[in-house]
């Protein structure tokens, strides 16, 4: 099983840019999918908002975050990245990488492995 550990985070204003990541220690870093969820205030369930194939390189971006967040990938570090631009008072939530073993799976939260969560806070 994959080890997620996420780094980053913290307290930004609207408009403002923020950077995570996600540092995998596994033997390989591709075969599989990772992505990042958030869970806001008050929300019982985590949303989806991107993922990146480590084999393709391809993404997928849910429609809240299109335009503004890009995930990236070093193979070197087996790290993943989420830039955060333009960022908005409702992007205030935990956000939590995973690892899932397609981009169908993660998108339905069939993770095999979740990061620690990190939060971030978007002040007006």
Not at 22 to 37: L, Q
Not at 65 to 70: A, L, M, P, Q
Not at 91 to 96: E, G, K, L, R, S
Request: hydrophobic fraction near 35%; glycine fraction near 12%; charge should be positive.
């Amino acid at each position: 099983q994959v080890q997620l550990v996420e780094s980053g985070g913290g307290l930004v204003q609207a408009g403002g840019s923020l950077g995570l990541s996600c540092a995998a220690s596994a033997r390989t870093f591709s075969g599989y999918v990772m992505g990042w969820f958030r869970q806001a205030p008050g929300q019982e369930r985590r949303e989806f908002i991107g993922g990146i194939s480590l084999s393709l390189g391809s993404t997928y971006y849910a429609d809240s975050v299109k335009g503004r967040f890009t995930i990236t990938k070093d193979d070197a570090k087996k790290t993943m990245y989420l830039q955060m631009n333009n960022l908005k008072v409702e992007d205030t939530a935990v956000y939590y990488c995973a690892a899932a073993i397609s981009m169908s799976s993660i998108q339905k939260a069939v993770v095999g492995s979740w990061g620690q969560g990190t939060q971030v806070t978007v002040s007006s």
